[in-house]
């Protein structure tokens, strides 16, 4: 008896050439393939149950190494996807029992793929995320008698409190002014719970995680508009990345 697969979901795009993935292996080390249906196709790849089925999966999702080599194929079979038309990307770690499984979900999804992938035709994902700019400490001044070391400190403290409490209104005001600002230059917004520093491996503390579906024709306006903003607030610091396929906008949860 032959060892039990499963269908690996990537994306669902229009019709496309499997010859494009020859040279690009799946999550398993698979040779990549279309299915279709309605006139989509969805790409898939067989990937072995003892390592992606429901159990073995949620084992090895808590491994940060084979988490991040999964991770990077299924990005870059959607990249090979994107870079030919509009896609669907599906979440990481979509998993169907069978091909026929896989052609309902087109069946019964179709009209809102279509809807999808008229939205995002055009356009890629861009990431803005932006981090409080702590202010400096002040200077101190003289070193204070001894009798008043004790009320020196204590004021200090608190005019440094003060002068956080200030910065982070001023980051907050300025965080919504700039959200605003960039979702009037795109197509969609956005916004994702902030990353702690260690999974943003940033030292500030991130106030938005943001993105935002921009055409492709916008994208050097877009990009300058966000250096713009990150000059002109002084209490944030902004970092644009992208672009990326359009994750925040096209993912569909599983059927």
């Not at 026929?100 to 994902?125: K, M, N, P, S």
């Not at 003060?162 to 969609?188: C, D, F, K, M, Y």
């Not at 491996?201 to 990009?223: P, Q, T």
Request: proline share 5%.
């Amino acid at each position: 008896m032959g060892e039990e697969t499963g269908i690996w979901l990537y994306a669902v795009t229009r019709a496309l050439d499997p010859a494009v993935f020859a040279q690009l292996p799946g999550v398993a080390g698979e040779r990549v393939r279309t299915l279709g249906a309605h006139g989509l196709a969805a790409v898939v790849g067989d990937v072995p149950m003892d390592s992606f089925g429901e159990e073995p999966l949620h084992r090895n999702l808590e491994d940060l190494d084979w988490l991040s080599t999964v991770a990077r194929a299924h990005d870059a079979v959607i990249g090979a996807v994107v870079e030919r038309g509009p896609a669907v990307p599906i979440r990481l770690a979509t998993v169907y029992r069978d091909d026929d499984r896989v052609r309902e979900v087109l069946d019964l999804r179709g009209a809102e793929f279509e809807r999808t992938l008229e939205f995002v035709a055009g356009r890629a994902e861009w990431g803005v995320k932006a981090y409080l700019e702590e202010p400096e400490p002040g200077d101190s001044g003289a070193a204070p008698s001894r009798r008043g070391a004790g009320t020196a400190y204590l004021a200090r403290r608190r005019a440094e409190q003060a002068s956080r409490t200030r910065a982070e209104e001023l980051a907050h005001e300025q965080v919504l002014s700039v959200h605003t600002r960039l979702t009037g230059l795109a197509a969609g917004a956005r916004t994702h719970p902030p990353q702690s520093r260690a999974l943003a491996g940033h030292g500030g503390r991130m106030l938005l995680n943001a993105a935002y579906l921009v055409e492709d024709s916008a994208a050097r306006g877009f990009a300058e508009a966000v250096a713009r903003c990150d000059d002109e607030n002084a209490a944030i610091r902004l970092q644009l990345t992208g672009p990326w396929p359009p994750y925040s906008f096209a993912s569909l949860e599983k059927a």
